[in-house]
């Protein structure tokens, strides 16, 4: 696509369930990160990868997240068992490749836990 | 660990020209990254310098001293527009893109 499309783009849900937050990246980008940002705060690095493998995984908050990329392409974020302080913005970017490479944003899934 | 510091806000009038500094102590270093950012909306991408020097695309400048680390956005001929969060982002030997906590420069008329 022209973009990066993130889906949905507002989710609101109760705490306990699960959510899963999708990225579309670029076409033809092999890169691919999530990040979160909670109100007034920096981005927090969370995950990328690179193809379908991610080399590091070191920005996941707990086990209750995960994250999976298929076919190089479109990846999922999982939250298991959402807790209040998971309500943040998600945000995906992706690049060319990894590296000294720009990274372009989706417009990010605004996650509200109640 | 990456630390990356920017001041928190700024203040300017329409017209007028904006200095964003960026100071980062960072394990290596592989270049460094000017985002911004509109309230509610993602990130765009806006400089990248990895030697030093200043790099110029229209009105907006990004400067880099790689021994100081230390880099500047410059904002010329402020439009109400410009009126975002600025965010500086270094890359370093683990090629992760780490984040200051951003700038929000309110431009006023």
């Known amino acids: 696509g022209a973009g990066v499309s993130q889906s949905p783009s507002n989710k609101v849900t109760e705490k306990g369930k699960d959510v899963e937050l999708r990225c579309d990246p670029i076409s033809g980008h092999t890169a691919l990160y999530w990040y979160r940002q909670s109100l007034g705060q920096g981005l927090e690095f969370l995950i990328y990868f690179q193809g379908n493998s991610a080399p590091d995984k070191s920005g996941l908050p707990s086990d209750r997240f995960s994250a999976e990329r298929t076919g190089g392409s479109v990846s999922t974020l999982t939250i298991q068992r959402t807790q209040q302080e998971d309500s943040a913005v998600y945000l995906c970017?992706?690049?060319?490749?990894?590296?000294?490479?720009?990274?372009?944003f989706g417009d990010g899934t605004r996650l509200s836990i109640l | 660990g990456q630390n990356i510091d920017q001041p928190t806000e700024m203040t300017a009038t329409e017209g007028a020209i904006v200095q964003i500094n960026c100071t980062y102590q960072?394990?290596?270093?592989?270049?460094l990254f000017w985002y911004q950012q509109h309230a509610g909306e993602a990130p765009t991408f806006l400089s990248y310098?990895?030697?030093?020097g200043l790099e110029e695309k229209g009105r907006f400048s990004s400067f880099l001293s790689r021994s100081k680390g230390y880099s500047y956005l410059l904002l010329k001929e402020l439009q109400m527009k410009d009126s975002a969060s600025y965010l500086c982002a270094v890359i370093g030997n683990d090629y992760k893109l780490s984040f200051g906590a951003g700038t929000t420069v309110t431009v006023r008329a």
């Open positions: 970017a992706s690049s060319l490749r990894q590296g000294n490479q720009p990274q372009h």
């Open positions: 960072t394990s290596g270093f592989n270049g």
């Open positions: 310098n990895v030697l030093d």
